[in-house]
Antibody, heavy 118, light 107 residues
Framework: EVQLLESGGGLAQPGGSLRLSCVGS????????MSWVRQAPGKGLEWVSV????????NYAESVRGRFTISRDNSKNTLFLQMNSLTADDTAVYYC???????????WGQGALVTVSS | DIQLTQSPSFLSASVGDRVTITCRAS??????LAWFQQKPGKAPKLLIY???TLQSGVPSRFSGSGSGTEFTLTISSLQPEDFATYYC?????????FGGGTKVEIK
């Protein structure tokens, strides 16, 4: 069974930084692209970023480009999201997801809450 | 960017009803459209991908169809466990985008 477990969420100050991690199991992590998707409180879903299997290609939503960096460590089956220059608008639950692959994005982890507030 | 507009944004229905949710795209694309179900406090769950392919384990009362700029999710007979929020997503091009969601509530 595919499992994804996020960690690293918490409270950050405006202008601060936070690093999220997502450990994958139950599949060959190094063979798949991986994504981050976020959901602000009471709002819809917003795709954030994607990284391919070998870390040779990344893509970002315009809202986070230049501030967030996606990376991965295939030896540890771990996906990362480094978030810098955080603002209140970045407050959300952040989900990691397997893919996209074969026109699918999923399954998803349980999410990590990031709150940006002074 | 491909914008996705879902309608309705809110739907009140009874158990046993047939329910249809529409997702309209700002530009035409191929079959790279998915549907997710989300219940409060939970991660979204993939229901349908490639417009009409049912994810393993998803009940057959769920179906998807469409092409070009208009796609639909149909629940043939609404069950109590189906009351949730539904999102469409396009995987045709980056940035990946989601519709605004359709909340299905009990009438």
């Amino acid at each position: 069974e595919v499992q994804l477990l996020e960690s690293g969420g918490g409270l950050a100050q405006p202008g601060g930084s936070l690093r999220l991690s997502c450990v994958g199991s139950g599949f060959n992590f190094s063979n798949y692209a991986m994504s981050w998707v976020r959901q602000a409180p009471g709002k819809g879903l917003e795709w954030v970023s994607v990284i391919n299997d070998r870390s040779s290609s990344t893509n970002y939503a315009e809202s986070v480009r230049g501030r967030f960096t996606i990376s991965r460590d295939n030896s540890k089956n771990t996906l990362f999201l480094q978030m810098n220059s955080l603002t209140a608008d970045d407050t959300a639950v952040y989900y990691c997801a397997k893919g996209p692959v074969a026109r699918q994005l999923g399954p998803w982890g349980q999410g990590a809450l990031v709150t940006v507030s002074s | 960017d491909i914008q996705l507009t879902q309608s309705p944004s809110f739907l009140s229905a009874s158990v046993g009803d047939r329910v249809t949710i529409t997702c309209r795209a700002s530009q035409a694309f191929s079959s790279s459209l998915a549907w997710f179900q989300q219940k409060p406090g939970k991660a979204p769950k993939l229901l349908i991908y490639a417009t009409s392919t049912l994810q393993s384990g998803v009940p057959s009362r769920f179906s998807g169809s469409g092409s070009g700029t208009e796609f639909t999710l149909t629940i043939s007979s609404l069950q109590p466990e189906d009351f949730a929020t539904y999102y469409c997503q396009q995987l045709n091009s980056y940035p990946l985008t989601f519709g605004g969601g359709t909340k299905v509530e009990i009438k």
